[in-house]
């Protein structure tokens, strides 16, 4: 997916993809290079102007298109796709920095002379340019490496005065200015180093009220919006090769190991993209806000696009690696992003100061927001906040006045259908999640009833649903899944439970295993196959088991933790009657699914994903080997990632609420978690050093650590998980 989440996004998009068919075709590309390197104007960059797609963002009063920088993400995300050569990002990057100072001269001059056609470089304040006080202002000298440089007609340049950041706008035939071309990364643009010998500025260029922590979060996103439009590429070339190339008479994209390669460039593209916009939103946030999504796109986009476009020459193979194909344009070009924003260890440990104390956080804005409906959600809610929970087990096990109100109000599970809920609509989920928040209240969770209970609604009598949901909304009834096997874990559909019709119902036989819950649990939603007669998917049905039935052993399993969460499942001839069989006899495997796909909708203004607070809790406590700056570095990396997976969950709120198709966010989300839980993980383990020879280890390293397999196993392997991924969502073959 793209970073477009409305029509007007996906129409826009399609616009820049149609001009760059047209004009900017990979073959001219290859012939102009040259032309590109000495930084010669781009043939098309006259109809790009008439066509306003490097002004999106100017405003009208200065000749643009009124738009916002997100409009321009869009474009840049789909030019880089298209490896659109020439100096487009960096003077969009150039011009919205001098439309974000304050109304100035410098700003007035810049932003007409950037509508009417004048390209543009951003060049960031750096150790390497001084800047002297002069009568009228100061004067500038020094060196910095540019990207675009010789294309430029104007350069927006940043500069310390006494460590305070400060930025001019400068032409670059003004006096003391020199451009040194050299060969850049990046064939399809040019480069070279600036010099500046006592360069003027007066105020007459200089851009007032400019925020040097806004412009780097506009950088990073633009830079990130291109690495999200090369990453896209090379997940497309990846999987459209491995569909036709075939190896031992078959294409490759049936191999797992290339099934997995792909799927994982799938995830990491879907991350950078969820990393620019986070980026991109954060331009109309405060300025710690903007510091963790800028280091979020350079993680998860910015430095990730090398080591995605080298995944892709390793699966195109030889013919990858040639002159005459486009990866190592792609390629360079992906090199050049980080070199623009190098260097980059001082910036990860920054972040995690931050993220010490702050997760990214994002608010959503409603269009059409009804506010009756805002209101009367807001009534409830206070009523509930004047209430307690007599029985007090956190969010999942609490039971009392509180959170029988909030059932029987229809907030425990608002998308429920009515009366148990109040058929919600995402953009109303969000208005709730928000009055919640804003009262410090926590949704009620029934935790397994969450994925039981809409296969009850969707599937049981009238008098199954009226049994069983208020009761799981009250938390008065707790569930437990009785889906795996030891013989059927990925492989659900192998399982071997039988189910034998007698009178007045069914008799179950078998065992399950790794059941989360099953000690505590009162009724259980159990597969188990009715017929042995046909392919193994349509033998399942699908029942609701009552735990305290006759024949039910339930066996508690001690992990490694030294918890005891899981169990094992005995069933010894349990009797279920006709009434708890969901569907027909055979429908369990498409009941199973109704299921498996309903999970909760999470919807919330926070980003981040959990994974930091082991690394906090090990700073906070100062328990960790090594320097602060390392402690801090780690929990900067592993914040940055947590970000761009929130962000990818909170786009596919985002697109339910904007009324587009439902897109692959939260399977994605999913694995990129897993993943980090176990990065997260062990960097909490080599920060605890020493302690970890104690079981009751800073920060918890130890458990955090015999906790991983939870959630690399959990609900399906990653690797399971890859191979679903591959072949459902890109279309590879099955092996």
Request: glycine fraction near 10%.
């Amino acid at each position: 997916m793209a970073l477009a989440l409305t029509e007007e996004h996906t129409d826009l998009c399609a616009t820049a993809s149609d001009f760059a068919q047209r004009f900017a075709g990979l073959s001219a590309t290859r012939e102009q290079h040259r032309a590109y390197a000495s930084g010669e104007p781009a043939p098309f960059w006259n109809e790009l102007v008439d066509n306003g797609l490097h002004a999106l963002h100017i405003g009208e009063e200065h000749g643009g298109q009124g738009g916002t920088v997100a409009d321009t993400a869009i474009v840049v995300e789909e030019f880089a796709r298209r490896l659109v050569p020439g100096a487009f990002t960096s003077t969009v990057l150039a011009s919205a920095a001098v439309a974000a100072a304050d109304d100035c001269k410098a700003s007035g001059r810049g932003l007409s002379s950037f509508a009417a056609g004048a390209r543009g470089a951003l060049v960031l304040p750096a150790t390497t340019i001084d800047a002297t006080a002069s009568a009228d202002g100061w004067a500038l000298s020094g060196t910095a490496p540019v990207l675009s440089l010789l294309a430029a007609d104007l350069l927006v340049i940043g500069f310390y005065v006494e460590s305070v950041a400060r930025f001019a706008l400068i032409d670059v035939h003004a006096a003391g200015v020199t451009r040194i071309p050299a060969v850049c990364t990046d064939l399809t643009r040019d480069a070279g180093t600036l010099e500046l010998s006592s360069v003027s500025i007066d105020p007459e260029t200089v851009l007032e009220g400019l925020s040097l922590t806004y412009v780097e979060a506009l950088q990073a996103g633009l830079l990130a919006a291109e690495a999200s439009g090369i990453m896209r590429w090379a997940l497309e070339a990846s999987a459209d090769y491995a569909k036709l190339r075939e190896q031992f008479g078959s294409p490759i994209g049936s191999f797992q190991a290339i099934k997995h390669k792909c799927a994982n460039l799938l995830i990491s593209a879907e991350l950078a993209t969820a990393a620019a916009w986070s980026a991109v939103v954060s331009l109309d946030q405060d300025e710690q806000q903007q510091k963790l999504a800028t280091n979020s796109a350079l993680q998860a986009a910015i430095i990730s696009s090398v080591e995605a476009v080298t995944e892709a020459v390793t699966i195109l193979g030889g013919i990858g690696f040639t002159w005459e194909h486009d990866a190592h344009l792609y390629w360079r070009r992906a090199m050049t992003l980080g070199a623009q924003v190098a260097p980059l260890s001082e910036r990860f440990a920054s972040l995690g100061q931050i993220a010490l104390d702050q997760d990214r956080r994002i608010d959503i804005e409603l269009p059409d927001e009804d506010p009756a409906f805002r209101a009367r959600i807001g009534e409830l809610l206070d009523t509930a906040g004047e209430l307690t929970n007599e029985h007090d087990g956190g969010r999942w096990y609490s039971r009392g006045s509180q959170r029988s109100f909030l059932a029987e109000s229809g907030l425990a599970a608002p998308h429920w259908p009515a009366p148990y809920g109040l058929g919600a609509t995402p953009a109303q989920q969000v208005v709730i999640s928000q009055e919640y928040s804003r009262r410090n209240l926590t949704p009620p969770s029934s935790v397994i009833g969450e994925w039981a209970m809409p296969t009850i609604l969707a599937y049981g009598s009238a008098e199954i649903k009226e049994q069983f949901a208020l009761p799981t909304l009250r938390g008065e009834l707790m569930w437990c899944q009785l889906f795996s096997e030891p013989g059927a874990g990925s492989d659900l559909a192998g399982l071997a439970t039988r189910a034998i019709k007698v009178e007045g119902g069914w008799q179950l036989k078998g065992q399950k295993v790794w059941t989360s819950g099953a000690h505590e649990a009162d009724w259980g939603i159990c597969l188990a196959r009715t017929d042995a007669d046909v392919p193994k998917h349509k033998g399942l049905s699908y029942f609701l088991i009552d735990m305290a039935s006759a024949g039910v052993d339930v066996r508690p399993l001690q992990q490694s933790t030294g918890d005891s969460e899981f169990n094992e499942v005995f069933l010894d001839s349990v009797f279920v009657p006709d009434a708890y069989l969901l569907g027909d006899p055979g429908q369990g495997w498409r009941i199973t699914a109704t299921t498996l796909q309903n999970e909760r909708t999470q919807i919330s203004s926070g980003v981040s994903v959990g994974t930091e607070d082991a690394l906090r809790a090990l700073i906070r406590q100062g328990n960790y080997a090594g320097s602060r700056n390392e402690a801090f570095a780690s929990l900067g990396r592993v914040a940055a990632v947590s970000s761009a997976i929130g962000a990818l969950n909170l786009r596919e709120t985002l697109r339910q609420v904007n009324g587009m198709e439902p897109g692959a966010g939260s399977s994605l989300a999913k694995v990129a978690h897993a993943r980090l839980t176990r990065e997260a993980a062990s960097l909490a383990l080599a920060l605890a050093g020493p302690g970890v020879l104690f079981a009751q280890a800073p920060g918890d390293a130890v458990t955090g650590q015999l906790s991983v397999p939870q959630v690399l196993l959990g609900g399906g392997t990653v690797e399971i998980q890859l191979n679903v991924i591959a072949e459902r969502i890109l279309g590879l073959p099955r092996g």
